[in-house]
């Protein structure tokens, strides 16, 4: 609309409107054919239907040219009154009629073409979930606990923070030995320490149940050692006990052999060396033939051909008696090993470490 619209008179005002739309629409005629809108990408149609809807709201909108035309009707004498209106009313229509092929053929199009875009591709490979799987020393632990199972063993769990009690004077430590003091064990508070072997669990296991019984114990323990490939302050052990009336040594060497055998293959050999432990007597530390290398020498075993894995011996009569058991009418054996050292050799592992570290990158190597 040119300055002076507002001198003219209204019929050539509204005249004037017309006009000026022509001119404007110009721009935008062409996208009232589909086949010229499907020539866009989606972002320029998106672009365009913005610009239109602009212009027309220029002249039908609220403030726009056809809303003012209609202030002027009303302010018209009342001979020119009806004329106007009409007129005003075909500008209207005439413009609505024009614009919405446009806004109906954009607007198809991007609903369209949004449709498309935000589709589904079924063809596409799907995002598998990351899955875990068991730590290796839990799997370890697992076998351990599948073999004892079937030879009639009940699996014992128990507290990791224990008394003095429990951690020495049950176990016929005594008290000046060097296990109590506190450059080896974590003691918490006053009278408390962190266990720090899993032999604790056979004086549970002895009140609770009594004799007979045959039970084992997999666990953490804790000693305080610096972290080395070959240390770690906390660890896992798995202990054994078995009482009940005529036990003998030779009992607790067909177990351990028979244990072994099963873990790592029926050509294995077990050998028992004379040994000292507070809590056994006699006492006796064990070794295999090594799994890799069947007893000839390799890395693994250092060339030796033995793999040393634990302790174990006949229970003390001390032990039996403070946990509640007649060691007149009762005797046990036990025995307690690591399953992270024993894990660390299965799998080659040159630090100990790695295992604790719960790194996913060295994890996921044992799925
Ligand atoms: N508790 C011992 C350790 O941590 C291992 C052990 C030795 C356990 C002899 C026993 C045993 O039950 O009888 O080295």
């Known amino acids: 609309m040119t300055e002076n619209t507002s001198q003219q008179d209204p019929k050539t005002q509204v005249e004037t409107a017309r006009k000026a739309f022509e001119e404007e629409f110009e721009d935008f005629v062409r996208l009232g054919d589909y086949a010229e809108v499907l020539k866009l990408p989606l972002v320029e149609a998106l672009l365009k239907r913005k610009e239109f809807e602009e212009f027309c709201r220029r002249y039908t909108g609220k403030k726009g040219t056809i809303a003012s035309l209609k202030k002027l009707i009303g302010q018209s004498g009342p001979d020119k009154r009806a004329i106007l209106g009409s007129q005003v009313q075909q500008l209207e229509k005439w413009i609505s009629d024009r614009t919405n092929q446009v806004h109906?053929?954009?607007?198809a199009y991007i609903q369209q073409s949004q449709l498309e875009r935000d589709r589904i591709d079924v063809t596409l490979p799907g995002?598998?979930?990351?899955?875990?799987?068991?730590?290796?020393?839990?799997?370890?632990?697992?076998?351990?606990?599948?073999?004892?199972?079937?030879?009639?063993?009940?699996?014992?769990?128990?507290?990791?923070?224990?008394?003095?009690?429990?951690?020495?004077?049950?176990?016929?430590?005594?008290?000046?030995?060097?296990?109590?003091?506190?450059?080896?064990?974590?003691?918490?508070?006053?009278?408390?320490?962190l266990r720090s072997q899993t032999s604790t669990v056979q004086i549970h296991a002895m009140q609770r149940r009594g004799a007979p019984l045959?039970?084992?114990?997999?666990?953490?323990?804790?000693?305080?050692?610096?972290?080395?490939?070959?240390?770690?302050?906390?660890?896992?052990?798995?202990?054994?006990?078995?009482v009940d009336r005529g036990i003998t040594m030779a009992h607790l060497k067909g177990t351990v052999a028979e244990f072994l055998r099963r873990m790592f293959g029926a050509q294995?050999?077990?050998?028992?060396?004379?040994?000292?432990?507070?809590?056994?007597?006699?006492?006796?530390?064990?070794?295999?033939?090594?799994?890799?290398?069947?007893?000839?020498?390799?890395?693994?075993?250092?060339?030796?051909?033995?793999?040393?894995?634990?302790?174990?011996?006949?229970?003390?009569?001390?032990?039996?008696?403070?946990?509640?058991?007649?060691?007149?009418?009762?005797?046990?054996?036990?025995?307690?090993?690591?399953?992270?050292?024993?894990?660390?050799?299965?799998?080659?592992?040159?630090?100990?470490?790695?295992?604790?570290?719960n790194d996913v990158r060295f994890l996921e190597q044992f799925d």
């Open 214 to 242: 045959r039970m084992i114990a997999p666990g953490r323990v804790f000693r305080r050692d610096t972290p080395d490939p070959t240390h770690n302050p906390m660890f896992f052990q798995v202990e054994g006990l078995c």
């Open 127 to 193: 995002r598998r979930p990351r899955r875990g799987h068991i730590h290796p020393i839990t799997r370890l632990r697992e076998r351990v606990e599948d073999i004892f199972v079937s030879l009639g063993y009940a699996i014992e769990d128990d507290r990791e923070i224990e008394t003095d009690f429990y951690n020495f004077d049950a176990l016929n430590i005594p008290a000046n030995h060097p296990a109590r003091a506190s450059q080896d064990t974590f003691y918490t508070t006053e009278g408390f320490a």
């Open 104 to 107: 109906y053929s954009l607007s």
């Open 268 to 357: 294995t050999v077990t050998r028992f060396r004379p040994s000292y432990f507070p809590f056994t007597e006699p006492s006796a530390e064990f070794d295999f033939s090594c799994f890799k290398c069947g007893g000839r020498g390799c890395r693994i075993c250092k060339q030796s051909g033995w793999i040393e894995l634990g302790g174990s011996g006949m229970v003390h009569p001390n032990v039996l008696r403070i946990a509640g058991v007649d060691p007149e009418i009762y005797s046990g054996f036990a025995f307690g090993l690591g399953i992270d050292r024993m894990c660390a050799l299965m799998y080659g592992l040159d630090d100990i470490r790695l295992l604790f570290e």
